[in-house]
């Protein structure tokens, strides 16, 4: 697993929902006047009429999806992850989820990886956003394959899921064949010592610097790719809980409510005494800068997962 190939997860989005509607002309796709973005254009040129757009109306996008998913669509509505979270939160709660009905959210550029757009747009909070709704899937792909496989998963699954991914290209960490579903993760490298739980491409990729680094010191850091929020993969994060000293979380988000809470709360629950720390958003806003510039301002890098682990393994 893992090569130097980078490739875009919006490409892999784009490439399946187009594939998956040949087949299947209930898949529906829906825009909020962002398709440059978003890449969706080609599904548009494919199938003009199973593709809306609805311009720049984020909330009135997910109600329009609800209605078409309520006369038995498979809708797929993308935008920015600040809006896909913040802006629509009540019509994705109560038109989508509450109604029980199948809306798949896409939420592109969360965290950091918003980069040069600034605060406005950087969703740090989308995931304790999304934990809160009952019933809600909540996925993070970490590469080309895994978005492929989980927006496959989406279209075959019956319920509201919520997608969010960078739209830059990223490291290839799996193969085509891969398998992922909803509730899975995948351990990406073992170890003896600590076990880094990462979700997303950017804090996967740091781990795996953070890894090399800490190998030079003794320290065998695992690397469990977690793939997915809600369902959480309770066996694969208890299973390294039992057997490393020290567990550290890796997300690119708000710690309050995010990933890290739900790890934590899981393992205060089941009684592990193993030792826990967390990497991601400490109760701050976002800001303009690159996206190399941002990781370092918000403690997201390969040097802090290090330093991190060098505390709780004196």
């Known amino acids: 697993m893992g090569n130097d190939t980078q490739k875009e997860m919006r490409a892999a989005?784009?490439?399946?929902?187009?594939?998956?509607?040949?087949?299947?002309?209930?898949?529906?796709?829906?825009e909020a006047d962002l398709m440059n973005c978003t890449n969706t254009g080609g599904f548009k040129k494919a199938y003009e009429n199973q593709f809306v757009n609805v311009g720049i109306a984020e909330a009135n996008m997910v109600g329009l999806a609800a209605g078409l998913s309520a006369v038995g669509k498979i809708?797929?509505?993308s935008t920015f992850g600040c809006f896909a979270s913040r802006r629509v939160h009540d019509q994705f709660f109560i038109s989508a989820n509450y109604a029980r009905l199948n809306v798949k959210l896409i939420g592109m550029d969360p965290g950091v990886t918003a980069a040069m757009n600034g605060g406005t747009h950087m969703p740090f909070e989308d995931i304790a956003l999304m934990r809160v709704i009952p019933g809600l899937t909540i996925v993070e792909p970490s590469d080309y394959y895994s978005c492929a496989a989980l927006v496959r998963e989406a279209a075959a699954h019956y319920g509201c899921v919520y997608i969010r991914?960078?739209?830059?290209?990223?490291?290839?960490?799996y193969s085509e064949t891969e398998t992922f579903k909803f509730g899975q993760a995948k351990l990406l490298k073992e170890g003896k010592d600590l076990c880094f739980i990462t979700?997303?491409?950017?804090?996967?990729?740091?781990?795996?610097?953070?890894?090399?680094?800490?190998?030079?010191?003794?320290?065998?850091?695992?690397?469990?790719?977690?793939?997915?929020?809600?369902?959480?993969?309770?066996?694969?994060?208890?299973?390294?809980?039992?057997?490393?000293?020290?567990?550290?979380?890796?997300?690119?988000?708000?710690?309050?409510?995010?990933?890290?809470?739900?790890?934590?709360?899981?393992?205060?629950?089941r009684g592990c005494a193993v030792k826990f720390g967390r990497i991601g958003i400490r109760d701050e806003f976002g800001e303009v800068g690159s996206q190399d510039y941002l990781a370092k301002r918000f403690g997201l890098?390969?040097?802090?997962?290090?330093?991190?682990?060098?505390?709780?393994?004196?």
């Not at 929902?17 to 002309?25: G, H, M, R, S, Y």
């Not at 490393?244 to 890796?250: D, E, L, S, Y």
């Not at 890098?301 to 004196?314: F, G, H, Q, S, Y």
């Open 13 to 30: 989005y784009v490439e399946t929902i187009t594939a998956l509607a040949e087949k299947n002309k209930d898949i529906v796709v829906l």
């Open 75 to 77: 809708p797929f509505a």
């Open 165 to 173: 991914f960078p739209r830059k290209p990223a490291p290839v960490l």
């Open 199 to 269: 979700l997303g491409s950017l804090e996967t990729g740091e781990a795996l610097k953070a890894r090399e680094t800490l190998s030079k010191e003794g320290i065998d850091a695992g690397i469990l790719d977690l793939l997915s929020v809600k369902p959480l993969d309770e066996g694969a994060i208890l299973a390294q809980a039992a057997k490393v000293k020290a567990i550290v979380t890796a997300e690119n988000a708000q710690l309050a409510g995010g990933m890290g809470s739900a790890v934590a709360e899981l393992l205060m629950e």
């Open 301 to 314: 890098t390969a040097d802090k997962l290090v330093e991190t682990a060098r505390e709780l393994l004196p």
